[in-house]
């Protein structure tokens, strides 16, 4: 009875300590079809498939129910017809049209066949650079580096800037709208702009509203008309949409809050009061801020898997998984519970001929062998743990490339007893146990 007892227990352990389906994926171009780790921005479209902007190899798009095996899909110049290789942001409009901008190319329309490109020899776009834009059913909204806000709507382009209209700065970092026709404009030293029909401009700044700086990093609109407002040195702000002056705001930065650092990459709200941010060399925030929430969370590349600091995009998916885009080390799936897959593939929780065998011999005392293949060139971990999810051993914490492997593990300085091997690369995990005897 004690020795079922006991079985139960540590299948129990294993389960726990090793979930089959993990928190965190890491995606790289070491370890995937993922051309650059440089990431720009992400967007979903209405399938499921995630489009991916990179600073040099272009768009990529992530489809794990593809069914040719073509998971990763890469478009740059030299296979498709996009104008250039570094995307600044991604739109799927209702029609399903990718939309994207680029440093030099211009503002460019993907239908899934046909590419076309709007820039300055070509429309009424003023400069190639497009830093922000927002397609908003007939009207296009580009927002550029220096050159103010360029609109088209019903084949007409307008320009919006300083010279010309109420528009307090010329540079634009982002744009949102609501369903009444309203857009708010962020700029680079002119603060928060509400742009409403019939040419009416509002602005908000440091000077007569709660903003905590003029430069506007990003905005994320809320379901119940609030709204979300980052800056580039002065933390977060959130705005209830209509209060005046100082009322309505609320200002969130390192010295008030949790959060590590007030330079503000990325806004994704997941729900009214739920919102991810995405820290310049602060990681990931999700704050709930609602009544009896969970309040703050930090995710660092020293308390989680996440790959570095810098964040520079966060989108959530249809199944809640969260994928985290960083500046230098590709891309981070997470969610709280284990990442879910519709995949016919199961792209998400294990990849094909990856394989970790039975340890040789075993039991044994006091070394043993462990093999194990590898399907593409990676980063590797290959860890011992005790049965109470200790780490014993690391036997391996580095790139390898793809094959067949041998490492001999030898314990002599380790107790008799029950253990755990894992074998991790990419996306694969997989978990043995051993038995040590002396």
Not at 1 to 13: C, N
Not at 92 to 97: M, S
Not at 144 to 168: E, K, R
Not at 375 to 380: A, P
Request: one cysteine or more; aromatic letters at 14%; glycine letters at 14%.
């Amino acid at each position: 009875m004690k020795t079922s007892i006991g079985v139960i227990f540590f299948l129990f352990l294993v389960g726990i300590i090793f979930p089959q389906n993990p928190e965190w994926i890491i995606y790289n171009r070491y370890n995937s079809g993922l051309a650059d780790n440089a990431i720009q921005d992400m967007a979903k479209d209405a399938t499921g498939n995630i489009w991916i902007g990179t600073y040099t190899e272009g768009l990529v798009r992530y489809d794990d129910d593809n069914l040719s095996g073509e998971v990763w899909k890469k478009y740059n110049m030299s296979n498709s017809g996009i104008p250039d290789n570094l995307v600044t942001k991604i739109q799927i409009d209702a029609a399903g049209n990718i939309w994207f901008g680029t440093y030099t190319g211009g503002l460019v329309r993907f239908d899934g066949v046909n590419w076309v490109a709007y820039n300055t020899g070509n429309s009424g776009m003023q400069s190639n650079y497009v830093r922000s834009f927002l397609i908003d059913g007939g009207h296009w909204w580009v927002g550029t580096n220096g050159f103010g806000l360029v609109h088209q709507g019903g084949g007409y382009w307008n320009i919006y800037n300083t010279s010309n209209s109420n528009m307090p700065g010329n540079t634009v970092f982002d744009i949102a709208s609501v369903p009444d026709g309203i857009r708010w404009i962020g700029t680079m030293q002119g603060g928060l702009v509400k742009f409403a029909y019939m040419w009416q401009w509002q602005v908000y700044n440091l000077s007569n509203s709660g903003i905590p700086e003029n430069f506007v990093t990003q905005i994320a609109l809320e379901s119940d008309g609030g709204m979300w407002i980052g800056t580039e040195l002065n933390g977060l702000a959130h705005y209830n949409g209509y209060g005046a002056g100082t009322d309505g705001w609320t200002v969130y930065n390192s010295t008030n809050s949790p959060l590590p650092y007030g330079s503000i990459r990325s806004l994704t709200v997941e729900s009214p009061g739920i919102i991810w941010i995405g820290v310049t060399y602060g990681g990931l925030a999700r704050f709930d801020s609602n009544p009896g929430g969970s309040g703050w969370t930090i995710f660092t590349n020293l308390n989680s898997p996440l790959p570095e600091n810098l964040v520079s995009c966060v989108i959530i998916d249809d199944l809640g998984n969260k994928w985290i885009g960083t500046v230098n080390q590709g891309i981070a799936v997470y969610k709280e519970g284990g990442i879910v897959s519709s995949s016919k593939n199961e792209g998400l929780v294990s990849p094909a001929k990856f394989s970790l065998e039975q340890n040789y011999p075993n039991p044994f005392n006091p070394a043993t062998k462990i093999r194990f293949s590898l399907q593409t060139w990676g980063f590797v971990s290959l860890k011992v743990f005790d049965i109470l999810g200790r780490e014993a051993a690391s036997l391996c914490n580095e790139e390898m490339p793809s094959g067949d492997h041998e490492i001999t593990f030898d314990a002599s300085g380790l107790s008799a007893g029950v253990y755990l091997y894992r074998l991790s690369s990419g996306t694969y995990s997989e978990t043995k146990t051993m038995l040590l005897l002396k």
